[in-house]
Structures are given as C-alpha cells and as structure tokens.
C-alpha cells in the first residue's frame, strides 16, 4: 500500500525559563524528530514574545512554527511527545489545506455576455 504523505503545519511555545541554550536544543530536537518522520518544508521561529495571557504563571514564550510533510499517524506520536516534554507550553499541529484552483472559463464566452 503506497504510504500516504500529508502537508502539516505545528506551532509551539516553549518556556522562556529554559535559557537560550535550552530552547536551541529543544527546537532542534523537534526539527530532528519531524525530520525522521517525514520531510520538513519550513521552519520559522518567531522568538521570544509576550504570551496573551499567563499559562503556569509565565508571561513570556519562545514560539516556533514549522511547516512539514508526512503520514497521518505522526502527528499523534509529536503530541504526545510536545506533552511529556518539559518546557513545551502550548502546541498546535493542523493539516493545511490545499488552495482551491478556480475552474478556468472560456474568455469567449464572457465577451459575449458583455
């Protein structure tokens, strides 16, 4: 059966409790561990930035956002992984969507209708 491969997109914050040397390594293990699973497109990591609300009483998080490509079943397995990991204060993983194509309509038939 051909293995199914799907564009994904997942944010994370990290701790800004974790130092600069800590948050280096904690986005590089995300980065090695999409990269065994699947083919990463882009990464963008936004730095630190104030949080909209506190969550466990912080006020500041390291966001990151890499876009990737691989089978469903990962994405259940990098959830998992963003919950056990200390430091990880929030995280998203959705499926992007395939832009809509516009049906192509005959030029010849718009000039008549004007």
Known sequence: MADVKISYETVFILSAKLGEEGITSTV???KDLI???GTIDNVDEWG???LAYPI?????G???LIAFTSSPDFTAE???IYNITDGVL???TVKKEAPEKKPETDKTEEKKEA
């Open 35 to 37: 990269a065994e699973n």
């Open 62 to 64: 390291y966001y990151t």
């Open 28 to 30: 590089q293990k995300f």
């Open 48 to 50: 630190k930035r104030r």
């Open 56 to 60: 466990h009483k912080e006020e500041e």
């Open 78 to 80: 990098l959830d998992r």
């Open 90 to 92: 929030r995280s998203l």
